[in-house]
């Protein structure tokens, strides 16, 4: 006879620890510490879940005044229904999802075969031997579920302790503020701690991990190592036979003809167009096992989910996600909560589904820097894109950007590190795989009653990786392809052979006593050059950002020259009044005064400040008022002003090595 030995409430994307259900004993679940749940809608007794072990049976009560659900169903206040197998229930309508699981054993009276078997009370032991449970969705209880006691919640531990004094299911938002500001407190008491120690939010922590050693055979004959990651997030085999390069690029409005639609086939993959070298091996992996849970990762500001089922695949389909899988139910440009979305078109799942079973790897690629801001939080993506994943009903992989640097869009690091870490060593061609997002470049109107496209930077992400490009509705709707527009500045087409000067006759130096002053935006390379081929020459070096005014600036640079020395000033100095003060001190101690005029363009010196904060973490960024308070009041110099000469200075970088370069000449811009 199959037993029941435990029964706790678990979330399906894995915010928070197993909560414990005791034998026909009812539970509140709402806002919580336990829940990680610290919406303001939800109450802390939103919800009474009891479990009859005996029978199988799960009711739901809801208390909260606000709606609830079972499977997508709104539940009514005070009535008692009847969970189904495999049921889900919602906080919130919709929103932070929770599955009842049972753990089984056989009772002691079994027979020997059944007593073989008393170890498997895994899930997959749920699976096979359920214990026949209603399936009708929601149905009225015969009776009402026991009253809550105070020691319901003991076994729940403290994190899931509430004051059962005054608390009612209908306190007011105001009467909970204070109780928010602890959870909040706790949960990033929490956060932090799981970052020191490298957390790993899985599926089933109460559990020890699946084992997934077992070696597979490719149809090539070649053997995969014993030791497989199944999640696909373990280092690879092979490092150097990642994607490392710069990627060809593919035309951004390929034609659609079966973009997407493979044979169905795993062949042996060619070897990628970003790869670093040919491979020795004849025959490549073209994919691994499936994951056996979902698991959550942490890496810095990336967040990476692999879902249960999803196998590492040489050919990707990746796709943006708002605005490209999700849009608002509310119809406004932003979500109001977590719970506003709904799938853009109705088409969308079923290709996705037919494309992961064409042999494509499905990859969500999504930047929300909004977690970085504070308007949103990482649980509450986890919901959101969990319940998005639950609709499409396809194994998927998430990578989620939550700031700034390298994995943010249209930076390639998030494909980088799929490439690297997040596909099991096998090799990805690029060749074979595609990408879809809405941020494309398009203009006003580029179709009936659309508003232009926000930013560019799905398009540029897709051309940085050399991947082929379309809009949701080229790929989805199969329309034409609109027009769009690239960015002004291309880094891919900076020439690092270029002359620095114009004219190229001009002398950087000069052996007689001298005063240079520089013109150009902030991060246009000013202080480079100074310090690369001025300073070095017994320039002395003038700085606002050093001496803090601009009067001690004027002051250092008198000073210099009634010493006898040569003197850069390297400040924007946009116009003729701020020039003038350092011509001044030239005609003053009688030398002659140069002016430097860095040609880049605004968009150039934004791509400079963007590429400094990813190399260089303890580098003070640089917003755009500061740049646009500079185009603003730029005048160009002129030989009028008092100077003797005007060089114009060429932006011409030195890199130290191959892979700045390589991150230099990708688009780092959205726009």
């Not at 199988?56 to 079972?70: F, M, P, R």
């Not at 096979?128 to 006691?149: G, L």
């Not at 608390?167 to 929490?190: G, M, P, V, Y």
């Not at 986890?382 to 989620?400: E, H, R």
């Amino acid at each position: 006879m199959t037993m029941i030995k435990s029964c706790h409430l678990v979330c399906p994307n894995s915010t928070h620890d197993p909560i414990p259900l005791p034998d026909r004993e009812a539970v509140h679940v709402g806002r919580s510490e336990a829940t990680r749940c610290i919406d303001p809608r939800c109450s802390r007794k939103q919800l009474e879940v009891t479990a009859d072990w005996s029978t199988g049976e799960v009711t739901v009560k809801q208390l909260g005044a606000n709606s609830s659900a079972i499977d997508g169903i709104e539940l009514e206040k005070d009535r008692i229904c009847k969970l189904s197998v495999d049921g889900t229930i919602y906080l919130l309508a919709g929103m932070y999802p929770q599955k009842v699981e049972f753990k089984y054993m056989k009772s002691p009276k079994s027979s020997n075969t059944a007593t073989t078997e008393n170890s498997k009370d895994t899930i997959k032991e749920k699976k096979r031997q359920p214990v026949k449970r209603p399936a009708s969705n929601i149905t009225d209880s015969a009776q009402e579920a026991k009253k809550p006691r105070k020691s319901d919640f003991k076994e729940m531990g403290k994190s899931n302790e509430v004051d059962m004094k005054n608390d009612s299911a209908d306190r007011t938002i105001e009467e909970d503020e204070e109780d928010i500001k602890l959870l909040e407190q706790k949960l990033k008491i929490l956060k932090k701690n799981a970052a020191e120690k490298k957390f790993t939010f899985t599926s089933d922590s109460h559990d020890s991990q699946s084992k997934n050693g077992q070696k597979k055979i490719l149809s090539g004959g070649r053997e995969k190592g014993a030791a497989v990651d199944s999640s696909g997030l373990g280092s690879p085999k092979n490092p150097s036979a990642q994607n490392s390069g710069s990627g060809s690029s593919k035309s951004p409005s390929a034609k659609i003809t079966s973009a997407g639609s493979g044979s169905g086939k795993n062949p042996p993959a060619k070897t990628s167009s970003t790869g670093s070298g040919s491979l020795s091996n004849s025959v490549q992996e073209t994919e691994g096992p499936p994951a056996t849970e979902t698991k959550w990762q942490q890496f810095e500001k990336l967040y990476v989910c692999t879902r249960k089922g999803v196998m590492a695949r040489n050919k990707i389909a990746g796709f943006d996600i708002d605005g490209t899988i999700i849009t608002t139910q509310s119809g406004k440009t932003f979500p109001t909560h977590s719970g506003d979305w709904r799938i853009l078109y109705p088409e969308i799942p079923g290709r996705l589904k037919k494309l992961h079973n064409d042999g494509y790897k499905i990859v969500f690629f999504t930047n929300q820097l909004g977690v970085s801001r504070g308007k949103t939080t990482i649980e509450e993506l986890k919901t959101k894109f969990g319940s998005v994943l639950d609709k499409l009903g396809v194994p998927a992989q998430i990578l989620i950007s939550t700031g700034g640097g390298i994995y943010r869009k249209p930076a390639r690091g998030m494909w980088d590190f799929l490439c690297q870490k997040a596909n099991n060593g096998v090799r990805i061609d690029t060749d074979d795989s595609l990408y879809v997002g809405d941020a494309a470049g398009r203009p006003e109107k580029w179709a009936a009653k659309k508003k232009k496209d926000f930013s560019c930077s799905d398009r540029l992400f897709a051309l940085n990786v050399g991947l082929r490009f379309y809009t949701p509705e080229e790929f989805f709707m199969f329309q034409k392809t609109a027009p769009y527009s690239l960015p002004e500045f291309d880094p891919r087409a900076i020439d690092t052979g270029a002359p620095l000067l114009d004219p190229p006759s001009a002398s950087i130096t000069s052996k007689s006593q001298e005063v240079v002053v520089l013109v150009g935006f902030p991060a246009c390379g000013k202080s480079f050059f100074s310090k690369t081929y001025m300073i070095p020459k017994g320039y002395v070096h003038v700085n606002r950002d050093t001496l803090g005014t601009w009067k001690k600036c004027v002051d250092m640079c008198a000073k210099s020259l009634r010493e006898g020395q040569s003197v850069v000033i390297d400040n924007t100095n946009p116009d003729k009044e701020t020039r003038q003060r350092y011509i001044n001190c030239a005609k003053t101690a009688k030398v002659p005064c140069r002016c430097f005029l860095f040609t880049a363009t605004i968009t150039q010196a934004r791509h400079n400040e963007r590429y400094r904060e990813m190399i260089d973490k303890s580098h003070q960024p640089i917003n755009d008022m500061i740049m646009n308070t500079f185009k603003s009041k730029l005048k160009i110099p002129e030989l009028s002003e008092g100077f003797k000469e005007i060089v114009r200075v060429n932006f011409v970088p030195k890199f130290k090595d191959s892979e700045n370069e390589r991150l230099y000449k990708q688009y780092l811009l959205e726009k």
